[in-house]
């Protein structure tokens, strides 16, 4: 059981950051202004720089290159999770513009700021590599594919949006160029990159908890949009990625950190963008937080399956 009270911490530590954004948003501190400049802040300078540094300090050449083959899995897993995510969107006739975060909801995970610690405390620091491959394929798949769906749940134009291009995954790219060239960057450069890369997690938990604050409690509304979307999370994602473990070559390990990231949370920066792009940020600050909420049991729960008979 010790293992599971150390992955725990992470989620008690995600829920108490988010109620500080809470607590300082009733009481007036933040206003509609500061939430969109917090969310700005992230997307445009915190987030990219924190992806150099992430790529940069997890990955060299080498084990890039010989752990290329296990990225299969992730990759095929996401996007079969991510066409259940459009068909249940249209057969359950999720509210359109809440589709795209759904689907979103359906393949991304927090692989990172949770999934990280959960797996170190279950598999030890041998299985950094695949919790940072698998990190790789979910952030790739998030700026792009994830960021194209939300921008399209918004009203407005959205012709000169880049969906497919934005600061985060510009920071990614030069990560993973740094690596397969081989290039380290001046540690002045690396140490500055990382102070400010590390405001990522908390302003984005802090604009999850001011997004909430907006939402008077007795009025968030469980309905199918956000039950389906935790379903969503929590049950196709991981189901997805043990569906594809017998049909894909694989090593044991990838396999067990594969599965328990694909059962994290929803991704912290889905209500960011929800916010950048006029899309239902709302409902993605719900949905965020309910799956941290939910994680206390869910997650634990396929520690123990995962630990027994993957």
């Not at 725990?8 to 500061?34: A, K």
């Not at 199918?224 to 979307?229: A, M, Q, T, V």
């Not at 941290?292 to 993957?310: E, F, Q, W």
């Amino acid at each position: 059981m010790e293992f599971v009270l150390k992955a725990l911490e992470g989620i008690f530590s995600i829920v108490f950051i988010i109620g500080i954004g809470f607590v300082l948003s009733r009481r007036g501190w933040f206003d509609e202004y500061s939430s969109a400049l917090i969310a700005r802040l992230v997307t445009a300078v915190s987030l990219p720089l924190y992806m150099i540094v992430s790529i940069s300090k997890n990955f060299d050449h080498n084990k890039l290159v010989a752990m290329a083959p296990d990225l299969l899995l992730p990759i095929c897993s996401m996007l079969l999770a991510f066409g259940v995510g459009k068909i249940a969107a249209h057969v359950f006739k999720i509210k359109k513009e809440r589709r795209g975060i759904f689907c979103t909801n359906f393949f991304i995970a927090n692989t990172m700021f949770i999934g990280l610690p959960v797996n170190l405390a279950l598999f030890g620091e041998k299985s950094i590599p695949a919790v940072m491959l698998y990190y790789m394929v979910n952030t790739t798949f998030f700026w792009t594919l994830g960021v194209h769906n939300i921008v399209q749940d918004t009203l407005s134009d959205t012709k000169n949006k880049p969906a497919f291009f934005s600061p985060p995954l510009a920071g990614f790219i030069v990560g993973i160029i740094l690596v397969l060239l081989d290039c380290r960057l001046p540690s002045f450069l690396m140490n500055s990159f990382q102070y400010i890369g590390n405001l990522t997690t908390p302003l984005s938990l802090v604009f999850i908890g001011i997004e909430m604050s907006k939402i008077p409690l007795g009025e968030i509304g469980f309905d199918k949009d956000l039950l389906l979307g935790v379903a969503g999370r929590f049950l196709v994602c991981p189901v997805c990625v043990l569906a594809l473990v017998p049909l894909l070559p694989v090593t044991p390990l990838s396999a067990q950190v594969f599965t328990m990231q694909a059962t994290m949370p929803a991704m912290t920066q889905m209500a960011i963008v929800a916010k950048n792009y006029g899309a239902d940020s709302a409902y993605a600050a719900t949905l965020s937080f309910l799956t941290v909420l939910l994680g206390i049991v869910v997650v634990p729960l396929y520690m123990m399956l995962v630990n027994m008979y993957i």
